[in-house]
């Protein structure tokens, strides 16, 4: 089963553009984390957040987190076209460490 | 830093037939994961290795699937009988120990039963 569910399913934005995807999830978690995957590809790992944190960045990626919702977002700013990708969102749970994906978001940034 | 890896890239066989995949982890990663990705959706976890001992399994059809890790380095995952609800792209990830920060994905095989 999934535990995370992303929202939207798929999004097309103009280059430049700002693009946002949400995470929702069911049980508690250690830590959330984001996933990309291009093409045939396997996944990078983009950024983690722990469940104690409620917002991180890198680069030109913000990661939100709440915890109280189980909901996370996902923010791309300054969108450009090798940014079109699959984006996960995977949590981390149990004691295991047992890593869980979501359905993804399709992005696509059209030059 | 090599990255994870997994051969073969690509696999056509037919139903009932065997199938092996091969992964080689980072160096020193001491957890490992098998993942399977059906086309359009997330990837599912079917076997989870610390060392050479199995963490969890509990997603991993073993009327048909295994998988082993017999020295705590490399990884085969076998399939037999394959169906044809098994064609997906096989995804072996590491990371250095359980609840370390990300993991490192290999590029995954893709197994297409006809």
């Known amino acids: 089963s999934q535990q995370g569910e992303e929202d939207p399913q798929a999004l097309s934005i103009q280059e430049g553009e700002n693009a946002t995807m949400n995470c929702s999830y069911k049980?508690?978690?250690?830590?959330l984390q984001w996933y990309r995957q291009n093409s045939g590809r396997g996944l990078v790992h983009l950024i983690l957040?722990?469940?104690?944190?409620r917002e991180k960045h890198s680069g030109r990626l913000r990661v939100t987190l709440d915890t109280s919702k189980k909901s996370s977002s996902l923010l791309i700013t300054a969108s450009r076209a090798a940014d079109t990708a699959s984006y996960f969102c995977?949590?981390?749970?149990?004691?295991?460490?047992?890593?869980?994906f979501g359905g993804g978001t399709r992005l696509m940034v059209k030059p | 830093e090599a990255g994870v890896a997994q051969s073969p890239r690509y696999k056509i066989i037919e139903k009932r037939q065997s199938v092996a995949f091969w992964c080689n982890p980072i160096?020193?990663?001491?957890?490992l994961y098998w993942y399977q990705q059906i086309l359009g959706q997330g990837p599912k976890l079917l076997i989870q290795?610390?060392?050479?001992?199995?963490?969890?399994d509990s997603q991993l059809p073993k009327d048909r699937f295994s998988a082993e890790r017999l020295k705590g380095v490399d990884s085969t995952l076998k399939i037999q009988p394959a169906k044809l609800e098994d064609s997906a792209v096989y995804l072996c990830?590491?990371?250095?120990?359980?609840?370390?920060?990300?993991?490192?994905f290999g590029s995954g095989t893709r197994l297409t039963v006809v």
């Open positions: 990830a590491s990371s250095l120990h359980q609840g370390a920060s990300g993991y490192t």
């Open positions: 160096s020193g990663h001491a957890t």
């Open positions: 290795f610390q060392n050479n001992g199995v963490v969890d």
């Open positions: 049980t508690s978690i250690n830590n």
């Open positions: 995977a949590t981390d749970e149990g004691a295991g460490n047992m890593l869980t």
């Open positions: 957040i722990r469940s104690n944190e």
